[in-house]
């Protein structure tokens, strides 16, 4: 592997020099220096306060037969100004073999053995490489490969994918874990260039959130430069049987090609989207926005890769009625991969500013209507979800400390958040709201910011424009305190008043089901209806629901898995198999925890769970896996 790869290393490297060159002087003006809080990030070993890797080239190959990425990352690393001497590079890994590292004076060479050692391991966060780096050392190399407790890569059998033919690899480095397969300074807080030369085998194309650079003389080879400061958990591969399809003059759609004609109509609105967008929040900065379509078992419903969003195939309803996601992962472009939080204690200045900004997208692009049902089903589903959560778990700038972040993917973050700042749009106007929004992502692009910072220029900005204004806005209390400040103002949507409506006369016999006009329905409005039905349905009224709508037979994967939650309380007979089916397919979390949860609430039902699981379990990506493991357990080998 070191030695067939070697030479396409140097000639990539000569064809990338001034792709990184340019990328570390954007750095240098764009990111001063790191948040001060980033330097204390519980959940990295690295120590960028005293060396710090300014960029990463990979030189990977891509090896389905052993399910393992092999080769090397060579650092560039720059040391701070009093840093020790003797200060050892330290770098964040989990379930890495390391074959050996390397320094140099420069990227180019020439590299040097250097003495390594590899902690212990943690459960959450791996093991600390710490690098006896000399002084002068400009760049370290890293030679290693990927095991099978790499966190963030699923590699999929031909059956397990749309085509049945070719394997697929995707990657998921949110939240730490882009340490499974390079070794890097993983925190949110560390901003690096990347570029990299993947091989994959004869046939099958890779993707990365970068772009693409000229191809070379052996065609297996893929070659990728992000010039853009990002930290590490946004590098991103994919690699498979892809097709591509053109959506606009900078915006397009990679999936595999039985899926990449359904993926273009539903994302048809994608470069519409991405022009009202930089309307309101100022220019798009990451040149393409290409969107990859990952199979079924993808966890998450889209990440938002710079360059590349990763979403799932859940939202190809034939309609475009779900593609508030894309326009969610579209706004990640400026809040989340411009302005990033500095630790995942910060995650809600990601998410909150993201679905808030994805609400005013989808309202301008698809009508006030649609958005206003997006806002009342969300404030709904808060209002659910902090009744279940620990006061802790409400707030915030949660306090991770100790916890694995993924921990604090919950509603809070994004829907409490977005919440707060519709408050501040509400009490000072969308004009100056506005305003502030486009302020913020000019004057700390490309930077890594805590919520302290945040808070410090919100109160400098905004509030500082009106105090009296600002006297209304508890900042303390939606910031830092659990539950729901009560001064915000209750959405309400025409549509699903209307659709409450109907409930109420289904419920109370003054509307037959034959009665409720249907046709017409988005999703959003069939969501409110299943919502609203009571919770204790028996197997008739279920039967009955199911003959007039066709419920258990929906293809839509929202609708249905709002539908299987219900059969589970209701013991529906007639939907197990659609229910077994689904979990055996779909490994996004967002229906696996709900449907698994409510299984669990009776014996013989988490019973049923842990066989389903048992069955399903080698087709969840690992982040997806260790969820339901913590849910129901592990099944035994």
Request: glycine letters at 8%.
């Amino acid at each position: 592997m070191k030695t067939s790869m070697s030479n396409h290393l140097k000639r990539s490297r000569r064809a990338v020099a001034s792709l990184v060159l340019a990328g570390a002087a954007f750095m240098n003006a764009c990111t001063p220096g790191l948040a001060a809080d980033s330097k204390r990030d519980p959940h990295s070993y690295g120590n960028p306060d005293q060396i710090r890797v300014t960029n990463v080239d990979l030189d990977l190959e891509v090896d389905f037969e052993r399910k393992a990425i092999l080769g090397s990352a060579v650092l560039t690393v720059a040391r701070e100004a009093g840093c020790p001497v003797d200060a050892k590079l330290v770098l964040d890994t989990r379930a890495l073999e390391i074959a050996s590292v390397e320094w140099a004076p420069t990227v180019g060479g020439p590299f040097k053995g250097v003495k390594f050692e590899l902690g212990k391991a943690d459960p959450i966060l791996g093991a600390p490489l710490a690098i006896d780096v000399p002084s002068d050392a400009g760049a370290v190399r890293v030679t290693y490969k990927t095991t099978p407790g790499a966190t963030a890569l699923q590699w999929l059998d031909p059956v397990q994918t749309a085509g049945g033919e070719n394997p697929f690899l995707f990657t998921q480095s949110q939240a730490i874990h882009a340490r499974s397969w390079i070794p890097v300074q993983d925190s949110p807080g560390v901003r690096l260039t990347y570029t990299a030369s993947i091989r994959v085998p004869k046939g099958l194309t890779a993707v990365m959130s970068a772009d693409h650079l000229p191809a070379g003389d052996v065609p297996e080879v893929f070659r990728f430069a992000m010039p853009q400061p990002i930290p590490a958990y946004l590098i991103a591969l994919g690699v498979g049987d892809l097709a591509f399809r053109q959506l606009g003059p900078r915006t397009g759609v990679y999936a595999e090609p039985s899926l990449v004609d359904r993926a273009a109509f539903e994302f048809a609105d994608t470069e519409t989207m991405v022009k009202v967008a930089e309307d309101r929040y100022g220019p798009y900065r990451w040149g393409r926005y290409d969107l990859l379509v990952l199979p079924p078992s993808f966890p998450y419903g889209g990440m938002e890769n710079p360059k590349l969003t990763f979403a799932t195939p859940t939202i190809l309803a034939g309609d475009r009625s779900l593609v508030s996601l894309v326009a969610h992962e579209l706004a990640h472009s400026w809040s989340g991969n411009l302005v990033t939080n500095a630790t995942w204690r910060d995650f809600w200045l990601n998410e909150g500013f993201t679905t808030y900004i994805e609400g005013r997208i989808i309202e301008d692009v698809f009508g006030a209507d649609r958005a206003r049902m997006d806002d009342v089903l969300g404030l709904a589903k808060l209002k659910a979800e902090v009744k279940e959560l620990k006061p802790a778990d409400q707030i915030l700038h949660i306090d991770l400390a100790g916890r694995d972040p993924d921990e604090g993917v919950t509603g809070i973050p994004y829907e409490k958040g977005a919440l707060f700042l519709k408050t501040l749009e509400e009490t000072f106007g969308r004009e100056k709201f506005d305003a502030f929004i486009k302020g913020y992502f000019d004057k700390f692009a490309f930077r890594s910011l805590t919520t302290a910072e945040f808070r410090d220029h919100l109160e400098k900005t905004l509030l500082a424009s009106d105090p009296k204004l600002a006297e209304s806005i508890d900042v303390d209390g939606w910031i830092e305190k659990p539950g729901l400040d009560e001064k915000y103002t209750v959405p309400t949507s025409p549509r699903l008043a209307a659709v409450d409506r109907a409930v109420k006369g289904y419920v109370d016999g003054s509307m037959p089901l034959a009665r409720i006009e249907t046709a017409d329905w988005s999703t959003q409005e069939w969501l409110g209806f299943l919502r609203g039905l009571p919770r204790d349905l028996s197997p008739e009224k279920m039967a009955d629901l199911d003959a007039a709508f066709k419920l258990t037979d929906r293809g839509n994967s929202e609708i249905a898995a709002e539908w299987l939650q219900m059969a589970i309380r209701a013991k529906y007979k007639p939907a197990d198999a659609k229910l077994e089916a689904f979990l055996a397919v779909v490994g996004r979390r967002k229906y696996l925890m709900p449907l698994y949860s409510e299984l669990k609430k009776t014996p013989e039902g988490l019973a049923r769970a842990r066989a389903i699981y048992a069955k399903a379990r080698r087709g969840y990506h690992p982040i997806a896996v260790e969820s339901v493991d913590k849910l129901i357990g592990r099944p035994e080998s």
